[in-house]
């Protein structure tokens, strides 16, 4: 069964600044799919990101990045120029890209973020 | 505008007593999903739905119950049976239920014990 570990429950950043989300996971399985997913105060989960495991390049989306590692099973997630409204808690995300395969997309515990003013 | 609605917002329940859970969604998805999020747990998979009159149960299906009789609607219903119920569910639905395709999530019905 695949995991997703992210093991700092809470972190914090300046505004403006930058920060780095970690994740790591494990999984046998070589094709697969990562997400990471925002949850505001408002409790609406919104995808921030998504990464396919076949594809060497690191996905970005405006000042949201990831740092994929397939070798180390390591997902992070990057955020540059921090704002007010990217405080929220984070998860990241996997599920399997195997034919036939459940739907089952499995989260990690989460990050709180917070950003300081 | 096209989305996912959970009813109730926030839901009680007495001891004993069943209580459903709505979501209805108007994407024209085929696969619904129902999470659980608790406090430091992150979101556990209770039931999903990838056809209409099929589903398939989760991590933690015990104690709940689902229907898929039309393509719009996922219900779950709350047993007495799940003796911890006290959450937040999220309700879900994608495209067709596989790869890399994006969740869409509802706004979430609190679940509380009185």
């Known amino acids: 069964a695949q995991t997703v570990t992210q093991s700092q429950p809470e972190m914090s950043v300046q505004e403006a600044e930058t920060v780095t989300l970690s994740c790591t996971y494990d999984?046998?399985?070589?094709?697969?799919?990562l997400f990471w997913y925002k949850q505001p105060p408002s409790r609406q989960m919104i995808l921030v990101i998504r990464q396919e495991a076949y594809k060497q390049q690191n996905a970005t989306e405006n000042r949201f990045s990831v740092n994929f590692q397939k070798a180390a099973k390591s997902f992070s997630l990057k955020i540059s120029d921090s704002q007010l409204g990217d405080a929220a808690m984070y998860f990241c995300?996997?599920?399997?890209?195997?034919?036939?395969?459940?739907?089952?997309?499995?989260f990690g515990k989460g990050i709180t973020l917070s950003v300081r003013p | 505008d096209g989305g996912i609605t959970q009813s109730p917002k926030y839901l009680f329940r007495k001891e004993g007593q069943n209580v459903t859970l709505s979501c209805e969604q108007n994407?024209?998805?085929?696969?619904m999903y129902w999470y659980r999020q608790d406090p430091g747990q992150g979101l556990r998979l209770i039931y999903y739905?990838?056809?209409?009159?099929?589903?398939q149960k989760g991590d933690i299906a015990e104690g709940y119950s689902v229907s898929r009789e039309k393509k719009e609607s996922f219900p779950l219903t709350v047993t007495s049976a799940q003796k911890n119920p006290t959450a937040f569910y999220l309700c879900?639905?994608?495209?067709?239920?596989?790869?890399?395709?994006?969740?869409?999530f509802g706004s979430g019905t609190q679940l509380s014990v009185l």
């Open positions: 994407l024209n998805h085929d696969a």
């Open positions: 739905s990838q056809i209409v009159n099929d589903f």
């Open positions: 879900a639905s994608s495209i067709r239920g596989d790869g890399g395709e994006k969740l869409f």
């Open positions: 999984t046998s399985e070589s094709d697969y799919y």
């Open positions: 995300a996997y599920r399997s890209a195997l034919a036939g395969a459940n739907s089952k997309l499995t």
